[in-house]
Antibody, heavy 127, light 112 residues
Framework: QVILQESGPGLVKPSETLSLTCVVS?????????WGWIRQPPGKGLEWIGS???????YHNPSLKSRVTTSVDTSKNQFSLNLSSVTAADMAVYYC????????????????????WGQGTLVTVSS | QSVLTQPPSVSGAPGQRVTISCTGS?????????VHWYQQLPGTAPKLLIY???NRPSGVPDRFSGSTSGTSASLAITGLQPEDEADYYC????????????FGGGTKLTVL
């Protein structure tokens, strides 16, 4: 059973950096699958933030690219998201997820669905 | 504005068949990239419903099916049940701007 759990501050001040971590249980993050971040503003649809491999290959949403940093800590079986210079528009429920069940290589991983999701964490941006 | 366009809402009575459309373009669905569908119940994370156009993960009833044609995809739900009331999202890949995962804006299904 693959379980993902997001964690991080629920409140971030405008212009500061949002930092979230996703701990993966029941499945080694080094297994070759890709991992991703998706967000959902209150009452709105899903938006892809980025995807990454355990080896450090990352792909980010072009609209967020300059503000997004993602990383993987294989020793803790977790991956992280940093989003800098946040504004009210960044307020959302942030989900981490695994690309699957099919596998791929390189950029083709972005064509793969998300088969396991975390429960999501709400991040509010306010001073 | 989402890259993939879905109707904001659809509805149907129990037992009926409903379809949800997902309209894209030549840089995503029209380029034959896979379409995936998710069901999101209120207050929960999205759940994978259909992957690779028309494949169901284990545990998803065969009342749910997907199809694609040209630059559009559809999710069909037969034998509508009250528990099907949820938001549904399509997902694909888009080649513009160096390549991106793209989602539809979502469709609220109401079971009358």
């Amino acid at each position: 059973q693959v379980i993902l759990q997001e964690s991080g501050p629920g409140l971030v001040k405008p212009s500061e950096t949002l930092s979230l971590t996703c701990v993966v249980s029941g499945f080694p993050i080094t297994s070759g699958y890709y991992w991703g971040w998706i967000r959902q503003p209150p009452g709105k649809g899903l938006e892809w933030i980025g995807s990454m491999s355990h080896g450090g290959t990352t792909y980010h949403n072009p609209s967020l690219k300059s503000r997004v940093t993602t990383s993987v800590d294989t020793s803790k079986n977790q991956f992280s998201l940093n989003l800098s210079s946040v504004t009210a528009a960044d307020m959302a429920v942030y989900y981490c997820a695994r690309h699957g069940p099919r596998t791929a290589w390189g950029l083709r991983w972005l064509q793969i669905s998300y088969d396991y999701w975390g429960q999501g964490t709400l991040v509010t941006v306010s001073s | 504005q989402s890259v993939l366009t879905q109707p904001p809402s659809v509805s149907g009575a129990p037992g009926q068949r409903v379809t949800i459309s997902c309209t894209g373009s030549s840089s995503n669905i029209g380029a034959r990239f896979d379409v995936h569908w998710y069901q999101q119940l209120p207050g929960t994370a999205p759940k994978l419903l259909i992957y690779g156009d028309n494949n169901r993960p284990s545990g998803v009833p065969d009342r749910f099916s997907g199809s694609t044609s040209g630059t559009s995809a559809s999710l069909a739900i037969t034998g509508l049940q009250p528990e099907d009331e949820a938001d549904y999202y399509c997902q694909s890949y888009d080649t513009s701007l160096s390549g991106s995962v793209v989602f539809g804006g979502g469709t609220k299904l109401t079971v009358l």
